[in-house]
């Protein structure tokens, strides 16, 4: 069976950095992509981008280019999002999600991290 | 990068039809058969309903199902329930290697 275990809520203050971690298991890691997903507070879902557990090679949205870097860990089958600058707009639950590497569709998603980015 | 979109809100009665649509544009929608749609109710996390614009994955009902015709995609709901009631994204692939979600529509069960 597939699960997404992501790591617990942050509460951080604007200007500081953020790391969330995705264990995956019930699959081959380096066969999948992992997506990453946002959904701030009376938003919807906005996709932010993909690392690709075998090579390591990731591809993000443009806004978030040089803010947002994504790794993966083979040995512990564990995917990693880090934001730094924070602001408040980042305040947000944010979701990982798997993908059969090339299938385009985004299918088992972790349960979510809530991120607080305040004062 | 703009996002798809969808009506803001859908409702109907139970056992009544409803079809929520996701417009977008021959880069993304009308280019690729890869559009998805996911059930998100709150607190939860999303959940694939139906991916390559009419596929259902196992355990999914009959009652959801895709369609598209150009750059819409579309998704519709048999024999409304109370269970259906939620927030429903589409997502489509986009060249560039990228995606985009729907503004997303929320489903009333009156």
């Known amino acids: 069976q597939v699960q997404l275990v992501q790591s617990g809520a942050e509460v951080k203050k604007p200007g500081a950095s953020v790391k969330v971690s995705c264990k995956i298991s019930?699959?081959?890691?380096?066969?999948?992509?992992i997506h990453w997903v946002r959904r701030a507070p009376g938003q919807g879902l906005e996709w932010m981008g993909w690392?690709?557990?075998?090579?390591?090679?990731?591809n993000f949205v443009q806004k978030f280019q040089g803010r947002v870097t994504a790794t993966r860990d083979t040995s512990t089958t564990t995917a990693y999002m880090e934001v730094s600058g924070l602001r408040s707009a980042d305040t947000a639950v944010y979701y990982c999600?798997?993908?059969?590497?090339?299938?385009?569709?985004?299918?088992?998603w972790g349960q979510g991290t809530p991120v607080t980015v305040s004062s | 990068q703009s996002a798809l979109t969808q009506p803001a809100s859908v409702s109907g009665s139970p056992g009544q039809s409803i079809t929520i649509s996701c417009n977008g544009t021959s880069s993304d929608v009308g280019g690729y058969n890869s559009v998805s749609w996911y059930q998100q109710h709150p607190g939860k996390a999303p959940k694939l309903i139906i991916f390559d614009v009419s596929n259902r994955p196992s355990g999914i009902s009959y009652r959801f199902s895709g369609s598209k015709s150009g750059n819409t995609a579309s998704l519709s709901i048999s024999g409304l329930q109370a269970e259906d009631e939620a927030d429903y994204y589409c997502i489509s692939y986009r060249s560039g290697s990228t995606y985009v979600f729907g503004t997303g529509t929320k489903v009333t069960v009156l």
């Open positions: 690392v690709n557990s075998n090579s390591g090679a990731t």
């Open positions: 999600a798997s993908e059969v590497a090339n299938s385009r569709t985004i299918d088992y």
């Open positions: 019930g699959y081959t890691f380096t066969d999948y992509f």
